[in-house]
C-alpha cells in the first residue's frame, strides 16, 4: 500500500531552473490516503482554538476546504492577483523564483479574530509570511499554520511566530 511520502512527486527545474518542485496533487488519487491526511490535519489543537482558517491560492484550497467541511470551521480564501472582487488588502511577498502578491477580501476577515492558515507547502516562508502580515495588519490572531509538507532544508518555519504542524518533512 502507498503511504503518502510515496506520493510527494519532485519536478526537476520547474517554474524555473534550480527549483526542484514538490507536487502534491497525486495525494487526491488515493482516496482513503487523503482522507487520513484531512483527519489527521483536522485533529489539530490550534485549529479546535481559530474561529477561521485562511487557504493559501491555489492547492491551500484543496487541503483547506477539506479541513473546513471536517472542523466545521469557516474558509476565507487568501488569491492571487485579480482572483477577488471587492475591496481587498494585498500585500506584495518574494518567491524562491521571483516576486508575487496575495489578497484576501476586507469584509470575510471581518467576522472573525483568530485563524489558522493551510496551505499544501512551507519551503521559505514567504507566501506564509505574507498571509499572517495581511492578518496582522488588521489585528488578527495567527494561532497556526498547518501544510501538508514541509522543506526542512529551506528553514521556513524559522521565520513565523507561530506553531507550524507539518504532515510530512522533507
Given at each position: 500500500m502507498k503511504k503518502l511520502e510515496d506520493l510527494i512527486r519532485t519536478y526537476k527545474d520547474f517554474p524555473k531552473k534550480g527549483i526542484d518542485f514538490k507536487d502534491v496533487l497525486e495525494i487526491l488519487q488515493y482516496p482513503d490516503i487523503f482522507q487520513?491526511?484531512?483527519?489527521?490535519?483536522?485533529?489539530?489543537?490550534?485549529?479546535?482554538?481559530?474561529?477561521?482558517?485562511?487557504?493559501?491560492?491555489a492547492r491551500g484550497f484543496i487541503f483547506g476546504s477539506a479541513v473546513a467541511l471536517k472542523s466545521s470551521k469557516p474558509m476565507i480564501f487568501a488569491r492571487k492577483p485579480g482572483k477577488l472582487p471587492g475591496q481587498l488588502l494585498k500585500r506584495d511577498y518574494d518567491l524562491e523564483y521571483g516576486k508575487n502578491s496575495l489578497s484576501i477580501q476586507s469584509d470575510a476577515l471581518k467576522k472573525f479574530n483568530s485563524f489558522v492558515i493551510i496551505d499544501d507547502l512551507l519551503?521559505?516562508?514567504?507566501?506564509?509570511?505574507?498571509?499572517?502580515?495581511?492578518?496582522?495588519?488588521?489585528?488578527?490572531?495567527?494561532?497556526?499554520l498547518i501544510t501538508v509538507v514541509e522543506l526542512k532544508k529551506m528553514e521556513g518555519r524559522l521565520k513565523l511566530n507561530f506553531p507550524v504542524q507539518s504532515m510530512i518533512t522533507l
Open positions: 487520513d491526511l484531512i483527519l489527521k490535519m483536522s485533529s489539530n489543537q490550534f485549529l479546535k482554538n481559530a474561529e477561521a482558517i485562511i487557504s493559501i491560492d519551503a521559505t516562508g514567504g507566501t506564509v509570511n505574507c498571509v499572517s502580515r495581511l492578518l496582522q495588519d488588521q489585528r488578527k490572531e495567527i494561532l497556526g
